[in-house]
């Protein structure tokens, strides 16, 4: 296990292991994805009450959840970059933050998408949409003050204290703005509760999920990758490996 | 090794107590705040002066006024905390103070709560104390004026203890100003819901204590915390300069 945590920060570890990954996470989150979606979009039920209108959420969902969780895996990040010091933690970080938000804008703009068939109106100030678009805020920040850092160590550590002060604010944002002003219907997935839409339409969003979580997996080895030539452009494995253009 | 500890350990437990170093960390900020006056009041008329652009901008009817006065004195007390943050630990990162201050051998905790303290005294509290001469202007009714300044006496230490950690982790950055809004702007919402909250519910005649109960944990919590996340972003940028 700790042979294990400690070969995880080495990069060039890394860069092995994501090469030999990235194609099974691409290729697989492609098929689950499509799966979900083409299934989810064209053969699952209508909803008897929002019709056709419904089938959004076969692409909401998925972007929402990965919105959500990517914040919570960059804190996790986060304490492994403050408590470790670990370069990579911080390389993930800075990797998917832009991730993050392009997802959190995703499910804000399919979201408003839904809303007009469903609510007559592209934007209303409820509370998952604030909180939702609160979010978005927080990821700028982030990407802002990684950017806004020169030295890389600091700028390491300064984006884990502020993440970690994001997280700790999220429950706090989400209930206060939830108290506010509620309109959205509640959460389409618990852990803790069986779904109440039946399984021919939960299935497909279960597999458009895990697709999405494949795909973004892909896309944060692809950037930390790209990230990692960047930082140890001056290490000989790394400039061997331009060299051979990588075989 | 307990030996070797002990050695190490006996030089920082001597010099004054922590309560000591704190009373001279808040005297020493207000002093130097009240050798440069204007830096005091600056933000107390950025206060003054974004209440009046709502009723020329908006509307001058005593009925928008009284809807939205709570709602514009909170969001002109936000900017203005926002604006005075820049302060906080510039002009000691400027001239080395803050170095000392890190060097010290209490917890850096404790005397950035005390320095955070001295900051709401001369930033939060005026705006306090204004704001029932704003709300009068907005036309607000004379129980609302008082939950209003309540809810800014509990709400706008947590702003400067939340502001706090912004303010450390921008130190020393070129374009630190408008960045710190960024980062901070976010983590006030819940502030400012519950602050307007607690008047809009003491205007339609429902009990506060609720409310004020949990604006006061929003405090506790900020107290405990913020100085914590403070002092970490204050080493940070320290290291980096």
New interface residues.
């Given amino acids: 296990m700790w042979q294990f945590f400690h070969k995880l920060g080495s990069p060039k570890w890394f860069y092995g292991i994501a090469t030999r990954l990235m194609p099974w996470l691409l290729v697989g989150g492609i098929a689950l994805l499509l799966a979900g979606v083409v299934w989810g979009l064209a053969f699952a039920p209508k909803d008897y009450l929002q019709g056709n209108s419904y089938r959004i959420i076969f692409i909401h969902v998925p972007t929402a959840f990965l919105a959500q969780s990517i914040y919570i895996m960059m804190a996790v990040a986060a304490v492994v970059t ?1 408590v470790w010091r670990m370069k990579l933690a911080d390389l993930f970080v800075r990797s998917v933050a832009p991730v993050g938000a392009v997802l959190t804008f995703l499910a804000l703009f399919t979201g408003a998408v839904w809303g007009k068939p469903t609510w007559g109106t592209w934007w209303i100030w409820d509370a998952r949409l604030t909180s939702m678009l ?1 979010l978005l ?2 990821y ?2 982030v990407i ?2 990684a950017a ?2 020169a ?1 890389e ?2 700028s390491a ?2 984006v884990a ?2 993440v ?3 997280v ?2 999220i429950p ?2 989400k209930y ?2 939830e ?2 002003n509620t309109l959205h219907q509640p959460a389409t997935f618990k852990l803790t509760e069986r779904p109440t839409m039946p399984a021919e339409m939960w299935v497909p969003l279960l597999l458009a999920v895990l697709g999405l979580y494949l795909i973004f997996g892909w896309l944060a080895c692809l950037r930390m990758q790209t990230g990692i030539l960047v930082r140890e452009k001056r290490t000989r494995w790394v400039q061997e490996l331009v060299r051979t253009g990588g075989h | 090794m307990p030996t070797d500890s002990s050695v190490r350990v006996r030089p920082l437990t001597a010099g004054p107590g922590v309560m000591a170093a704190m009373v001279a960390v808040v005297r020493r900020d207000l002093q130097a705040s009240f050798r440069q006056r204007q830096d005091l009041l600056n933000p107390l008329l950025f206060f003054i002066m974004v209440v009046t652009l709502f009723p020329l901008g908006v509307s001058p009817e005593v009925s928008f006024l009284q809807q939205a006065g709570t709602g514009i004195l909170w969001v002109a007390a936000l900017l203005a905390t926002l604006l005075s943050l820049d302060h906080l630990y510039r002009h000691d990162f400027d001239d080395g103070t803050l170095e000392q201050l890190m060097l010290q051998p209490q917890p850096l905790y404790l005397l950035i709560l005390a320095k955070v303290l001295a900051h709401w005294l001369v930033t939060g509290l005026p705006l306090v104390l204004l704001a029932p001469l704003l709300g009068v202007m907005v036309h607000l009714e004379g129980n609302s004026i008082g939950i209003l300044c309540l809810t800014l006496l509990i709400g706008t230490p947590v702003l400067s203890l939340i502001g706090s950690i912004g303010a450390a982790l921008t130190l020393g950055l070129r374009s630190g100003g408008v960045l710190l809004s960024l980062l901070i702007i976010p983590l006030y919402i819940p502030v400012l819901i519950f602050g307007t909250g607690t008047v809009a519910a003491a205007a339609e005649g429902a009990p506060v204590s609720a409310y004020i109960a949990l604006m006061g944990a929003f405090l506790v919590l900020a107290l405990t915390l913020a100085p914590f996340a403070s002092a970490a972003a204050l080493r940070i940028s320290m290291s980096n300069s």
């Fill in positions: 403050l609160i805020f927080l700028f920040g802002a003050l806004a850092i030295d160590k600091s550590r300064a204290v502020l970690l002060v994001g700790v604010n706090i944002i206060s703005v108290w506010w």
